[in-house]
């Protein structure tokens, strides 16, 4: 799996986890936390460093607009601690990657 596709991965169980416990959404996502997830994916798909991007937070390009850049950060301040217990493998996987 490239790197794309794994950060597409991780980026769509925080979300999922998110709307779950935010939202109280089960089987599919909320029509706000679907935006940022389709957001998340066609940013991450056009990614000019493509395999050997860096994490967002470090990159110097912000393709994100202010709005979803807000929410996204939202969605990962909240998942990203829970991760150990809802995804406890590709929490490690995420940590080794770093």
């Known amino acids: 799996m490239g790197k794309i596709n794994s ?8 979300i999922g986890l998110y709307c779950r416990k935010k939202h109280g959404s ?11 997830r389709a957001y998340a994916f ?5 990614c000019p460093y493509g395999d050997k991007k860096i ?3 470090d990159c110097k390009v912000h393709c994100y607009k202010e709005e979803m ?3 996204i950060r939202e ?11 809802y995804y ?6 995420h940590m080794i990657k770093k």
Not at 26 to 36: M, S
Not at 42 to 46: A, D, F, N, P
């Open 7 to 14: 950060e597409k991965s991780t980026v769509e169980y925080m």
């Open 26 to 36: 089960i089987a599919v996502l909320c029509p706000g936390c679907e935006a940022v």
């Open 42 to 46: 066609e940013r991450l798909t056009k």
């Open 55 to 57: 994490a967002c937070k």
């Open 69 to 71: 850049r807000r929410k």
């Open 75 to 85: 969605v990962m301040r909240f998942s990203g601690p829970r991760m150990i217990i």
């Open 88 to 93: 406890p493998i590709d929490f490690i996987k």
